[in-house]
């Protein structure tokens, strides 16, 4: 493509992208040691930056301002998108585009403690893009299927999936691992280093570089310089995590290669050795053991020694050992095994987690307390995503129960609400105007019910997930 052609529109711009990251991907998978010495031209090109800023533009963080001060909105509607983005490139190409500081926010986390958010500014965040949108297919060709965080085409329920399938065939005995301060405390040189290993274009191995090494503007407005981590929140970020974290993916996958066939594996166990197989999403991992809490144990210490050249620590109060009858909680839901009723033979199932429904539940609630100066359509136009949403993950679970629960608890809730903004008024009345057949309507809005989702198990897909790349199309 010549690239002093015009803009091409979203359309066209996605179209070009997905054949480029396809050629990027087969190249890397046809090669596993080629170091890609020519990108940065890529990082700038038109269609690149078009569908860049098209994702940086429809995403919900689009409202939020970095150090600047200026919004996606600000940009289309005062600067205009094709001043902004011809701009931009222009600074890549001349190799005069340098990050800003990242403006830090504190987001409250359960049981009082925050975490770090890291805010980039527009500008930034559409070049942290369009370096994903080269860097990701060329890395997806070496990531493990055993990772499912942050990665095209895979979700949450995959990886709970796996833990099921596995925890229903002798893997009983659980590591979950915890890392302490994953996004901030990633080592930069571990990390570059993994980098390195593929990238050999210095100009894009910069570009990484100077956007881990960004200052931070706290929100004490004073700035202070970042030395190990990824921001939190950064477009870039999930990729470079995954990228730190395929060390601890690498090492098991290659232990289970070791360990041979399914018969030898039964030999092995007949042995006395353990089996074991990790399951990871993003920084949240377990080990499954088909073994005893001694082989658990054990790789407690080995988890924590792989991940040492990362820069990565396993939080001692948080890593645990436990047996599937004891259950556990990942990823918002509780798995555990025990017998099905009227029956002796146990089975695996999973749930919504307690701290998932307290979570809900807090979000009903907030939405249900204070102001009652708003409608009760504009109330049901608020709760009806968070509660269809939340209902959508977990109805892979044996979920039925708790969906019934929070239907009555969301009624309860908009119910009290309404005698709150109504004090004067009979249940007679307030049924009438409100609550035809019992529950909330308004206009069009209705309360959304919980307890009307069927429960579907999802279907297990192991390693037969597909690469969204799964095409030989030649760029153009």
């Not at 600074?91 to 585009?97: E, M, Q, S, T």
């Not at 249900?368 to 977990?394: A, C, F, I, M």
């Not at 809005?445 to 969204?468: E, H, Q, W």
Request: hydrophobic letters at 40%.
């Amino acid at each position: 493509m010549n690239t002093d052609d015009p803009w091409p529109n979203a359309y066209a711009a996605r179209s070009r992208v997905l054949k480029i990251q396809a050629k990027l991907h087969q190249w890397a998978i046809d090669d596993s040691d080629r170091r890609f010495a020519d990108l940065y031209n890529l990082v700038y090109d038109p269609a690149v930056l078009v569908d860049a800023w098209q994702r940086v533009k429809g995403n919900r963080g689009a409202r939020s301002a970095g150090v600047d001060g200026q919004t996606a909105y600000y940009i289309k509607a005062i600067r205009g998108e094709q001043a902004f983005l011809s701009e931009l490139r222009d600074d890549l190409k001349a190799r005069r585009f340098q990050p800003d500081a990242v403006r830090e926010v504190m987001i409250p986390k359960p049981g009082g403690k925050r975490r770090r958010l890291g805010i980039a500014t527009v500008r930034d965040r559409v070049v942290q893009a369009a370096l994903k949108t080269v860097l990701e297919p060329i890395f997806e060709a070496d990531f493990k299927p055993c990772s499912y965080g942050f990665r095209p085409g895979r979700r949450a329920q995959d990886a709970i999936a796996e833990i099921h399938y596995l925890t229903s065939r002798s893997y009983e005995w659980v590591l979950e691992g915890d890392i302490k301060a994953c996004f901030d405390e990633i080592s930069h040189v571990g990390l570059m280093d993994r980098v390195r290993a593929r990238i050999g274009d210095k100009r894009v191995l910069g570009l990484v570089k100077a956007f881990l090494k960004s200052d931070i503007l706290g929100e004490d407005q004073r700035l202070r310089e970042s030395r190990t981590g990824a921001p939190q929140g950064g477009i870039l970020s999930p990729l470079l995590s995954n990228i730190a974290l395929s060390v601890l993916d690498e090492h098991f996958a290659e232990a289970w290669e070791a360990t041979g066939d399914s018969h030898d594996r039964q030999q092995r166990r007949r042995k006395g050795l353990a089996n074991y197989r990790l399951v990871r999403y993003a920084d949240d991992f377990v080990v499954l053991v088909a073994g005893n809490r001694t082989d658990a144990e054990r790789l407690r210490g080995e988890t924590a020694r792989v991940l040492l050249p990362m820069g990565l620590r396993l939080s001692e109060e948080k890593t645990v050992i436990v047996h599937i009858d004891e259950g556990f909680d990942f990823l918002g839901m509780h798995i555990q095994r025990h017998k099905k009723r009227g029956a002796q033979k146990r089975y695996v199932y999973t749930y919504p987690s307690r701290a998932a429904l307290a979570s809900v539940k807090a979000k009903v609630r907030g939405a249900t307390r204070g102001t009652t100066n708003q409608s009760l359509s504009e109330l049901l136009n608020r709760l009806n995503p968070v509660l269809r949403g939340w209902t959508n993950y977990h109805r892979h679970g044996a979920a039925s129960k708790t969906f019934s629960y929070l239907s009555a608890f969301t009624w309860r809730r908009v119910w009290i609400w309404l005698r709150h903004k109504h004090p004067k008024a009979t249940v007679k009345d307030l049924r009438r105007r409100y609550l035809p057949g019992w529950w909330p309507t308004q206009d069009e809005a209705r309360l959304f019910k919980p307890d009307t989702v069927a429960i579907v198990r999802y279907r297990y897909r192991g390693a037969a997930i597909p690469s969204p790349w799964a095409t030989n199309e030649s760029v153009a």
